[in-house]
């Protein structure tokens, strides 16, 4: 079967968030399912700078106005098509804003035109090139399904949500300049509260709508959590399917990365204290025994990182130690900052992102800590369980999907793997913290919480196969 993904990020040429790993690592895991994926993705800076041999596939494309070719290439395991667009996507800043951190005011152009493409590729622009289904992820690429209905193009399309949160909302203005039949600007259509949609349009529009895990699948067709757009989720409940995200194990393994002083495996858990001590050295903090716990995360209000800033003086009174690595909401940016000058050797803080450091983290980390009000998967409370960094998270999404709570009965079982906490407040974590805590001053308890943890798969495998299923059904 042959699937063209389309996506505005891919690990590990361009990233902002778990998009990234997702349609990076899903396509070399659907090739074991006989599922073969080219990607279609902007041709960002970042992007063009990675490619070492490429051929054009397609000439002189005009995509809603803007001079563009597409380009074949491959990337390690990742067939790719890139939309060589520089009007669009050469350009200072990030994927979707500028040095400021300001929204482009043309994003509505710039993935109009990306999932413009993605259409015209699945009705056979490339030669030789015709796929099976289209595969698009998140509001950025969910117009291809659009595309695709009002362009009479009848193939299977697929659309995943990666968060709610994100929908991009765009004035009716732009309607005229999207090249869609008139009919498309309707309640069935793109239209969405007087303005245009993308992620709804492609809800709307899509065979099959997927999210990254059963909870959430569940919990945004309530108004809680589906951001306006429950009514819809709950309408197409036939066609909803919450599939769980997986991470590459290639790429995450503490036995063989290259980021860590001293890699490890579950029988040699003692070494990881060479990475707690390098850990401990970048983040300014001090050897004193306790849990040290880590924070790698956007720091924004849906991450529930205020309530952890809230919840900090606890941590040290339980004899705790914090290293923050993120960057997002100046406030809390601030927040943190005032809490490492605060308590010196206690907590360290870093603004901004570093991979290898992430790794690191992980690796020298106790236990990892994700405060999240919602959360569609995310992936790091798996990449956690991987290195042994005990995941400390709240209990929604796909967190409550992939954790064990260390409950008595867990523990007895030997099949606890983490903490949770509900609802999401200060006092909640707080209790959470102290219980891990509590359970660190056991080391044959809490080894054995690392070492369960470990033994969790959280390959790709399971959830490849539920995707290659769900695309074989919807071929057939």
Not at 65 to 72: H, K, Q
Not at 81 to 89: E, S
Not at 332 to 349: C, D, H, I, K
Request: aromatic share 8%.
């Amino acid at each position: 079967m042959q699937v063209l993904s389309v996506a505005s990020e891919i690990f590990p040429l361009i990233k902002t968030g778990g998009l990234a790993d997702v349609a990076g690592a899903l396509p070399p895991a659907l090739a074991g399912q006989n599922v073969a994926v080219r990607s279609l993705i902007p041709g960002y800076p970042a992007v063009m700078g990675r490619l070492e041999e490429t051929e054009v596939a397609v000439d002189e494309l005009r995509l809603l106005g803007a001079p563009a070719r597409l380009l074949s290439a491959r990337v390690g395991d990742l067939d790719l098509i890139v939309m060589d667009a520089p009007t669009l996507f050469d350009r200072p800043g990030g994927p979707y804003s500028d040095t400021a951190g300001r929204d482009h005011a043309d994003n509505w152009r710039r993935f109009g035109a990306l999932a413009r493409a993605g259409a015209l590729v699945a009705d056979g622009l490339i030669p030789g090139y015709r796929p099976d289904l289209v595969h698009a992820h998140d509001w950025q690429a969910a117009l291809t399904a659009a595309y695709l209905k009002y362009g009479g193009i009848n193939l299977p399309s697929v659309v995943t949500i990666h968060n709610m949160a994100f929908q991009g909302h765009f004035p009716a203005s732009i309607f005229q300049n999207l090249e869609l039949p008139p009919q498309a600007f309707s309640i069935y259509g793109v239209e969405y509260f007087g303005g245009v949609g993308y992620l709804k349009a492609g809800l709307e529009c899509a065979w099959a709508v997927t999210t990254v895990s059963p909870t959430y699948a569940q919990e945004i067709a309530t108004p809680a959590y589906g951001m306006g757009l429950d009514g819809l989720i709950a309408g197409r409940a036939g066609s909803m399917h919450g599939i769980v995200n997986g991470i590459d194990t290639g790429v995450w393994n503490p036995e063989t990365d290259a980021n860590l002083p001293q890699t490890f495996n579950a029988r040699r858990l003692k070494d990881r204290a060479v990475n707690r001590a390098a850990l401990e050295s970048r983040f300014g903090l001090s050897d004193a025994p306790g849990p040290l716990f880590t924070v790698i995360s956007r720091l924004t209000w849906q991450k529930g990182l205020d309530l952890l800033a809230d919840a900090t003086p606890a941590l040290v009174a339980a004899g705790g130690k914090l290293a923050v690595l993120g960057s997002g909401e100046p406030e809390l940016e601030t927040r943190f900052l005032g809490l490492a000058s605060q308590y010196p050797g206690r907590v360290g803080v870093l603004i901004g992102y570093d991979e290898p450091l992430s790794h690191l983290a992980q690796g020298g980390g106790d236990a990892i800590l994700i405060p999240s009000r919602f959360e569609p998967c995310g992936l790091t409370q798996l990449y956690g369980l991987r290195y042994g960094c005990v995941p400390v998270v709240a209990r929604t999404g796909g967190l409550a999907d992939t954790v064990v709570d260390a409950n008595v009965a867990a523990l007895n079982a030997g099949v606890a793997t983490g903490l949770l906490h509900a609802p999401a407040d200060p006092g909640a974590l707080a209790l959470a913290i102290r219980r891990a805590a509590d359970l660190y001053r056991i080391p044959k308890t809490w080894s054995a919480l690392q070492r369960q943890g470990m033994k969790s798969d959280v390959s790709w495998d399971r959830s490849a196969a539920t995707y290659a299923q769900l695309f074989e059904s919807l071929v057939a």
